[in-house]
């Protein structure tokens, strides 16, 4: 690709924008101008890329006119604040904070809908999903004509670097403070996370429910195209520093081929099929650092026929979040570059 784009990238100090810009380097992505930005407090750090480190510029400073496309990878007050801005300057984004309506900026995973693009509209807003979500989609989407889901159960046991690096830095003193035998106190979370499992990754509605698996099950369902899918989901808080694990049930309308699934989920793109006898995949061991989502453990139900179970892996900050949005762009420019760029 001969052409090049001008590219604001907002929430580059954070681990998912720092392996956003690190993507973008690897894969040679067609940068022109890269601006890094962040909120005030974080602006004036510096981010390495094509082996020169750019200076961090204030977000609220800048001027979205000077780019065609931005990413916007900090929190949702963040994408509030300036996406309106970036829209009216005629900038496309992505936002990875799920804090857009859906129906202005949907979900995209490339994997799972690569044709959502048709329907929108110059300067184009996506929302790149959830990491869980992301993970999700890769493994249904291409099991949805063999295996139609009438309820999809999930548990994701989520890493810290979920809440930031605020969550890696506090699992880090919690485990030095604990195997040097002083007194824990917690600070980031509400209690021990080292060699502990947290039953809820965020603050629980007047239901019950965090807006993260409220999230993941409206995310799921517009990204399988099927609106009326009944999603369970808890998420939970693991203390592993990156990598997600998610144990997967879903019921089908009809007896489950467990062969074929294996074999179709052996051929899917995005996803590592663990299939050895005895072996299953795990976050640390395998999917931290790669661009895969592993799948193991694929089984039917103990006692029915139209149930199957399996075990997900996946990097939560590389392929769940910077990987998802920046092969989204990819997807976006290859198709669509001169509405981009008009």
Same mark, same amino acid.
């Given at each position: 690709?001969?052409?090049?784009?001008?590219?604001?990238?907002?929430?580059?100090?954070?681990?998912?924008?720092?392996?956003?810009?690190?993507?973008?380097?690897?894969? !040679?992505?067609?940068?022109?101008?890269?601006?890094?930005?962040?909120?005030?407090?974080?602006?004036?750090?510096?981010?390495?890329?094509?082996?020169?480190?750019?200076?961090?510029?204030?977000?609220?400073?800048?001027?979205?006119?000077?780019?065609?496309?931005?990413?916007?990878?900090?929190?949702?007050?963040? $994408?509030?604040?300036?996406?309106?801005?970036?829209?009216?300057?005629?900038?496309?984004?992505?936002?990875?904070?799920?804090?857009?309506?859906?129906?202005?900026?949907?979900?995209?995973?490339?994997?799972?809908?690569? !044709?959502?693009?048709?329907?929108?509209?110059?300067?184009?807003?996506?929302?790149?999903?959830?990491?869980?979500?992301?993970?999700?989609?890769?493994?249904?989407?291409?099991?949805?004509?063999?295996?139609?889901?009438?309820?999809?159960?999930?548990?994701?046991?989520?890493?810290?670097?979920?809440?930031?690096?605020?969550?890696?830095?506090?699992?880090?003193?919690?485990?030095?403070?604990?195997?040097?035998?002083?007194?824990?106190?917690?600070?980031?979370?509400?209690?021990?996370?080292?060699?502990?499992?947290?039953?809820?990754?965020?603050?629980?509605?007047?239901?019950?429910?965090?807006?993260?698996?409220?999230?993941?099950?409206?995310?799921?369902?517009?990204?399988?195209?099927?609106?009326?899918?009944?999603?369970?989901? $808890?998420?939970?808080?693991?203390?592993?520093?990156?990598?997600? %694990?998610?144990?997967?049930?879903?019921?089908?309308?009809?007896?489950?081929?467990?062969?074929?699934?294996?074999?179709?989920?052996?051929?899917?793109?995005?996803?590592?099929?663990?299939?050895?006898? #005895?072996?299953?995949?795990?976050?640390?061991?395998?999917?931290?650092?790669?661009?895969?989502?592993?799948? #193991?453990?694929?089984?039917?139900?103990?006692?029915?026929?139209?149930?199957?179970?399996?075990?997900?892996?996946?990097?939560?900050?590389?392929?769940?979040?910077?990987?998802?949005?920046?092969?989204?762009?990819?997807?976006?420019?290859?198709?669509?570059? %001169?509405?981009?760029? $008009?």
């Amino acid at each position: 690709m001969s052409q090049s784009l001008d590219i604001a990238v907002i929430g580059a100090t954070g681990t998912v924008g720092e392996t956003l810009v690190q993507l973008l380097d690897e894969r !040679e992505f067609p940068v022109g101008n890269l601006h890094l930005l962040a909120s005030g407090e974080s602006a004036g750090a510096s981010v390495p890329f094509k082996g020169r480190n750019l200076r961090v510029r204030d977000v609220a400073e800048f001027d979205f006119s000077q780019v065609k496309l931005a990413f916007f990878a900090a929190g949702e007050s963040v $994408t509030r604040s300036f996406a309106a801005r970036a829209s009216a300057a005629g900038c496309s984004l992505i936002d990875l904070s799920g804090a857009l309506d859906p129906m202005q900026a949907p979900s995209l995973v490339p994997e799972a809908n690569p !044709e959502l693009l048709q329907r929108l509209d110059a300067p184009y807003q996506l929302t790149s999903p959830s990491a869980s979500a992301v993970a999700l989609a890769c493994v249904l989407a291409p099991l949805r004509d063999l295996v139609r889901p009438r309820r999809v159960s999930v548990l994701a046991s989520l890493a810290v670097s979920s809440r930031g690096r605020e969550g890696v830095n506090e699992l880090a003193r919690q485990t030095a403070e604990l195997l040097n035998a002083r007194p824990l106190e917690p600070r980031f979370f509400d209690r021990q996370i080292a060699f502990n499992i947290l039953a809820q990754a965020g603050v629980p509605d007047a239901e019950g429910h965090i807006a993260l698996e409220r999230r993941l099950a409206g995310e799921l369902r517009q990204l399988l195209a099927e609106p009326d899918l009944r999603v369970a989901a $808890t998420c939970a808080l693991a203390p592993v520093f990156f990598g997600d %694990s998610l144990a997967l049930s879903l019921v089908s309308e009809r007896e489950v081929d467990i062969d074929a699934v294996r074999q179709r989920l052996a051929q899917a793109p995005g996803v590592e099929f663990v299939e050895e006898e #005895g072996d299953y995949p795990t976050a640390v061991g395998d999917a931290v650092g790669q661009d895969a989502v592993y799948v #193991g453990r694929v089984r039917g139900g103990l006692d029915d026929p139209c149930e199957l179970n399996l075990w997900i892996a996946s990097d939560n900050a590389r392929k769940g979040a910077a990987l998802n949005a920046v092969q989204s762009a990819e997807l976006l420019i290859k198709h669509y570059l %001169s509405k981009i760029l $008009t």
